[in-house]
């Protein structure tokens, strides 16, 4: 069972900059792709970015509102993810999600993942 632990949340200001980080421990096969997720009050959860490793390449995949400003990147394998966040906007304003799994894929959707986080909260004042 993996256990993911997010952290860097906070409350910050429109056009600021936060850092997510997610660590995974546990005993479980090793973590071959991490993404993260967001969720609204009233909305379903979205995707935000995903990475994955297969050897020694990496690719990175990113949802359309955050292209350009937001940045995957972690360790090969995967054991710890972050998500540079550059000008936010209040609509980025929700919990993100750490996933994981120990395939090599993209995690683009929720049923991708083998694994989720608790969670930590971003607020974007305008």
């Known amino acids: 069972q993996a256990q993911l632990v997010e952290s860097g949340g906070g409350l910050v200001q429109a056009g600021d900059s936060l850092r997510l980080s997610c660590a995974a421990s546990?005993?479980?096969?090793?973590?071959?792709?991490m993404a993260w997720f967001r969720q609204a009050p009233g909305k379903e959860r979205e995707f935000v970015a995903a990475?994955?490793?297969?050897?020694?390449?990496?690719?990175?995949q990113y949802a359309e509102a955050v292209k350009g400003r937001f940045t995957i990147s972690g360790d090969n394998p995967g054991n710890t993810v972050y998500l540079q966040m550059n000008s936010l906007k209040p609509e980025d304003t929700a919990v993100y999600y750490c996933?994981?799994?120990?395939?090599?894929?993209?995690?683009?959707?929720?049923?991708?993942?083998?694994?989720w986080g608790q969670g930590t909260q971003v607020t974007v004042s305008s």
């Open positions: 996933a994981a799994s120990g395939q090599v894929r993209l995690i683009t959707r929720v049923d991708l993942s083998d694994y």
């Open positions: 546990g005993r479980f096969f090793s973590t071959r792709a």
């Open positions: 990475i994955s490793w297969n050897g020694a390449s990496t690719i990175s």
